[in-house]
């Protein structure tokens, strides 16, 4: 689902960036319960997103203080989940590559019932997507978010994945 955001865009660069688990729901300004994962939300934050899996909820925004910056990698247990999370960061030569890429990214998404993508007015390629992954095996979820930053011409992209311990 493409959806255009009606709210300043808040992010301002990549390292501004912060991680956690468990916060409370965040005021979003778009959700997408996904269809065939009922338990699943996909928020889009004025400040990023989170993902809300029953009880379980990572959050990668610029968040007020006292939160973790976005690590490269980071593991753990919880909820009965084992946890992985990975984020890095590109950044783009030149205005035309990430102009392309970030098409590329809404027009692969924009249609799937599974993703959330959300443009910021002021600027088409100031985005921030969300998408389950595909062909994960039963017992484990995984998704993927991209966020775009025009204004640097990078990108951030974040992979989940939590597998059941049971």
Not at 5 to 23: K, M, V
């Amino acid at each position: 689902m493409l959806t255009s955001l009606d709210t300043p865009y808040a992010d301002s660069r990549a390292d501004a960036l912060s991680f956690a688990l468990g916060l409370a729901r965040l005021d979003a300004l778009a959700v997408l319960t996904v269809p065939a994962v009922p338990s699943v939300e996909l928020r889009l934050l004025g400040a990023s997103h989170q993902v809300l899996v029953g009880s379980f909820c990572e959050t990668v925004a610029c968040l007020p203080g006292g939160h973790d910056p976005l690590p490269g990698r980071f593991r753990t247990t919880t909820g009965g989940w084992d946890y992985d999370f990975t984020a890095t960061t590109v950044a783009h030569d030149g205005d035309a590559a990430f102009r392309r890429t970030v098409d590329e990214l809404r027009d692969r998404l924009a249609d799937r019932t599974d993703a959330l993508t959300g443009t910021f007015p002021g600027s088409p390629h100031a985005v921030t997507a969300l998408a389950i992954a595909a062909g994960t095996p039963p017992g484990e979820l995984g998704w993927r978010t991209w966020h775009a930053y025009p204004q640097t011409r990078e990108i951030v992209m974040t992979r989940s994945r939590l597998v059941s311990e049971t």
